[in-house]
């Protein structure tokens, strides 16, 4: 039987054959090598035909499965598919990437491209000025939109300079668990003159209090000069500053020449401020002193602690002392005492007695003897605010009578 007529010959081109090829997932194959196509048997080649060929389709060959698995168009589908950045490769790898370039899902993502900038905390505060007592108050209102520290909220505190005056600073309670802290405490710094206090600089600096065994977190700080305050006679100054997140360096110590360039260097140096009430109580003879507390007093020593400090209260009477009262220890640098004292006087009218009441504050030390820090007299001989503060309350009967006093030093010399 002749076979000739059934299976192609050599001679057969695949040109005819590549017409009749089907398209395959939707892309046309390309034409076999020409060493792919089919020898018949009578040649003399020594291969032998393959298995998978129908003897019943000659012109149609199929296409072997190991052949349609391996073909590019599969390879190249799942590159297509992987990859999601459309155009040219090279060209997308050599042009810088731009927001505006890239598709809607490699740009900012949603919940952030409408985010809006995150709000700075601001400090709140007054300032008062009293040309009468030349006192400056400062009052610390509160800290708004404190960020967020390990916990949902902060124990958080501000500590009050006057630069270059007090390097030691006063500080505020702590408020616990507000991001929105409200202190409403006031700080007095005396006696400047409005010349030498528009000199001066106010830093307000904002700490966290984490744990009990670490440092406080410092939060921010705001510095501002006197000289930008609108000083009103009458009411204060109300002001909102933001928080810094940069801390100044301090000057431990100022040089001879700063301290002799100050305008106040003749002058006697404040040891802090005491805060008393006095009440004339003319029908039972006697006088009510009631020492409530001492702001920023200076420290006489190096030594690490806070110190104590207590007040040695004398009533002199034509040079002599009649009486003398101690308050209780209390440690800090502003220790509140809150502590009344009743001292009897000799009956007759209080203002032709030659009558003083002296407050000597003492700062205890544990090994050794305690430290004078400073002095303050009232009486009718006493300086100023002494007699204002005496002739107030000789004046008001029953009624007390308070005021913040500067404690002089030492070597200023107090004649009772």
């Known amino acids: 039987m002749d076979l000739g007529l059934v299976l192609p010959s050599r001679t057969i081109t695949p040109v005819a054959i590549q017409q009749q090829y089907v398209e395959i997932e939707g892309e046309l194959l390309e034409s076999p090598s020409p060493t792919a196509v089919i020898d018949s048997p009578g040649s003399s080649g020594s291969e032998s035909p393959p298995r998978n060929l ?78 009468a007592e030349a006192l400056l108050t400062v009052t610390v209102v509160g800290v708004s939109r404190l960020s967020k520290g390990l916990r949902s909220s902060r124990n958080s505190y501000v500590k009050v300079y006057l630069l270059p005056k007090f390097v030691e600073p006063q500080r505020t309670s702590l408020c616990r668990k507000s991001l929105n802290p409200e202190f409403h405490e006031q700080f007095h710094f005396g006696r400047y003159s409005l010349e030498e206090l528009r000199s ?48 100044t360096k301090l000057k431990k110590s100022l040089s001879s020449q700063d301290i002799s360039s100050s305008p106040s260097f003749s002058q006697p140096k404040s040891m802090g401020q005491l805060f008393l009430l006095l009440q004339y109580q003319a029908l039972a003879n006697r006088i009510k002193v009631l020492v409530r507390k001492a702001e920023n007093l200076g420290r006489l020593t190096r030594i690490p602690g806070t110190p104590d400090h207590y007040v040695v209260i004398q009533l002199y009477h034509d040079g002599k002392v009649l009486d003398t009262k101690e308050t209780k220890s209390v440690a800090g640098c502003n220790p509140v005492w809150n502590t009344p004292f ?75």
């Open 200 to 247: 001066l600089t106010l830093r307000f600096t904002v700490y966290a209090k984490e744990f009990h065994n670490l440092k406080d977190s410092f939060l921010g700080e705001v510095m501002f000069p006197c000289s930008q305050a609108t000083w009103n006679p009458r009411v204060p100054s109300v002001y909102t500053q933001e928080l810094s997140t940069t801390k």
């Open 54 to 131: 129908h003897r019943g389709r000659a012109s149609l060959p199929s296409i072997p499965i190991s052949q349609k698995l391996s073909l590019p168009v599969k390879a190249q589908r799942g590159r297509e598919r992987r990859c999601t950045i459309s155009g040219d490769e090279s060209s997308l790898l050599s042009r810088p990437i731009l927001g505006t370039s890239l598709p809607p899902s490699y740009t900012i993502p949603r919940g952030l491209s409408g985010a809006t900038t995150k709000p700075r905390p601001h400090l709140h505060f007054t300032l008062f000025y009293s040309e």
């Open 342 to 416: 009743l001292f009897s006087i000799p009956a007759g009218d209080i203002q032709e007695q030659q009558l003083a009441l002296e407050f000597t504050i003492m700062q205890a030390r544990l090994y050794t003897r305690s430290c004078l820090v400073g002095r303050v007299l009232i009486g009718p001989n006493a300086p100023e605010m002494g007699q204002v503060h005496w002739k107030e309350m000789c004046s008001r009967g029953n009624v007390e009578s308070a005021r913040w006093h500067s404690i002089q030093p030492p070597a200023f010399q107090l004649s009772p």
